[in-house]
């Protein structure tokens, strides 16, 4: 049995149980499954780049006619050297991914009805770990970035000079009208060569970053992001607020990371005094 016609892997995932055991009925439709989710335009020998429908051998491998070189289906998956049927497979994935209040290795066990815990312990784990995409802490999306410091006010210094103070640079996702997932990194100085790195490991190349027209921000579109500066008033930053009236539907990140650490001290906004 093969999966439907219908049926697109990596586009169609099903929504019920019965779904799971309507489609993965038999190791061949998990197989095809799989295969379809390798190869969406069809099979590509890994050995030579050769292309057409391969055989498949007594031992499920796949045979290529142009090399005939032979390719697992499950290398490199979690279900390399799996003695057990894919189907069950398919069915633990199922169970993890749907269970709102996490799963245990026992709680997969029975529901699998394996015979060992140490097994379901292992498929649990691995399950964990394939779930975990690289790259899954960036922020994505629209994201501003602003630094803040925090520590208590410096007489004559002004802006972003500080002596004492800590500075932090934040990027917070923007979500509608609210705020998204946040990321914070204690810098030494508010130079390009400080922020650009921070950006860099907390935002995904290619995300739109909001900032301030702080130099320091000037090498955003050099390293593939698109930087859309907003100056703030005819006088900038002057207003020593972190309210920022001219970005009306934006909360800035220095009031995200307030907003998230309003039992603690709040920090002061003197990246809104621009020198
Ligand atoms: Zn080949």
Known sequence: MEVAKD???GVDYPRTFQEVDEWFRSDAACREYIRRLRWP???ICPHCGWTGEPWVTSRRLLHCRGCQGQTSLTAGTIFQDTRKPLRMWFMAMWYVTNQKNGVSALGLQRVLGLSSYETA???LHKLRRAMIRPGRDSLCGTVEVDETYVG???KGKRGRETETKAIVAVAAEEN???VGRIRLRHIKDVSGASLLPFVQSAVVPGAVIHTDGWSGYSGLTAAGYKHEVTVV??????SGSCGDATRPQH???????AARHSSGRRSTCASRLLP
Do not use: C, H, I
């Open 7 to 9: 049926l697109v892997p």
């Open 41 to 43: 335009g069809g099979f």
């Open 121 to 123: 312990w292992t498929w």
């Open 152 to 154: 208590a006010v410096e």
């Open 176 to 178: 509608g009208k609210g």
């Open 233 to 238: 008033g005819a006088n900038p930053g002057r």
């Open 251 to 257: 909360r800035n990140a220095s009031q995200a990371m």
